[in-house]
Nanobody
Framework: QVQLVESGGGLVQAGGSLRLSCAAS????????MGWFRQAPGKEREFVAA????????YYEDSVKGRFTISRDNAKSTVYLQMNGLKPEDTAVYYC??????????????????WGQGTQVTVSS
């Protein structure tokens, strides 16, 4: 069993920054890709960013490119999402997720096998 625990959410003013963390643990944690998704009230959960554990390749949803940065610390089995220039429309519950096997569809929820409990990010205008 794999556990993913997010932290770092909170309330911030527009233009501010937050850094989310996702710590992975489990008896035999092994993952190909880690992703961040978000879900705003009344909306579906959507892809934000992803990183491949081995290569470090990163992928972003268009609306966050240039503002958000995903990174990983292999030694700590932790993934980060640095969010700068936050906007009110970034308000959502943010979830991290992990795939076991490689999938080219890093942006699909169905590609991910494990999910964290989510952390709230609220951006005030």
């Amino acid at each position: 069993q794999v556990q993913l625990v997010e932290s770092g959410g909170g309330l911030v003013q527009a233009g501010g920054s937050l850094r989310l963390s996702c710590a992975a643990s489990g008896r035999t944690f092994s993952s190909s890709t880690m992703g961040w998704f978000r879900q705003a009230p009344g909306k579906e959960r959507e892809f934000v960013a992803a990183v491949r554990w081995s290569s470090g390749s990163t992928y972003y949803e268009d609306s966050v490119k240039g503002r958000f940065t995903i990174s990983r610390d292999n030694a700590k089995s932790t993934v980060y999402l640095q969010m700068n220039g936050l906007k009110p429309e970034d308000t959502a519950v943010y979830y991290c997720a992990a795939t076991v096997a490689y999938s080219p569809y890093y942006y699909r929820r169905s590609s991910y096998d494990y999910w964290g409990q989510g952390t709230q990010v609220t951006v005030s205008s």
